[in-house]
């Protein structure tokens, strides 16, 4: 994880921060997620950090340096089913 970043998934968004003295910060309604992908590295499968690509509508949004990424791909899919019954 980089320093200075926040991934949080609730639900009904995915929030991510990124940034100590400049921030950013990217809400993603989990209602208009079409596509979540984790790549990986040969480092990061060591070290347990990956990428997170999420594809919303149009858009698309990377995000580097997530500690546990399957971890984090699978509670944003879970969040989405609950959303979903």
């Given at each position: 994880?980089?320093?200075?970043?926040?991934?949080?998934?609730?639900?009904?968004?995915?929030?991510?921060?990124?940034?100590?003295?400049?921030?950013?910060?990217?809400?993603?309604?989990?209602?208009?997620?079409?596509?979540?992908?984790?790549?990986?590295?040969?480092?990061?499968?060591?070290?347990?950090?990956?990428?997170?690509?999420?594809?919303?509508?149009?858009?698309?949004?990377?995000?580097?340096?997530?500690?546990?990424?399957?971890w984090f791909?699978?509670?944003?899919?879970?969040?989405?089913?609950?959303?979903?019954?």
């Amino acid at each position: 994880m980089k320093i200075g970043s926040v991934y949080a998934i609730t639900n009904k968004r995915v929030v991510i921060k990124t940034g100590v003295i400049s921030r950013r910060t990217v809400e993603l309604v989990l209602a208009k997620c079409e596509g979540i992908q984790v790549v990986q590295g040969v480092l990061g499968r060591i070290f347990g950090y990956g990428s997170i690509v999420v594809t919303t509508g149009g858009a698309t949004n990377c995000y580097y340096c997530v500690a546990h990424p399957f971890w984090f791909k699978r509670a944003i899919n879970e969040q989405i089913a609950l959303s979903r019954m």
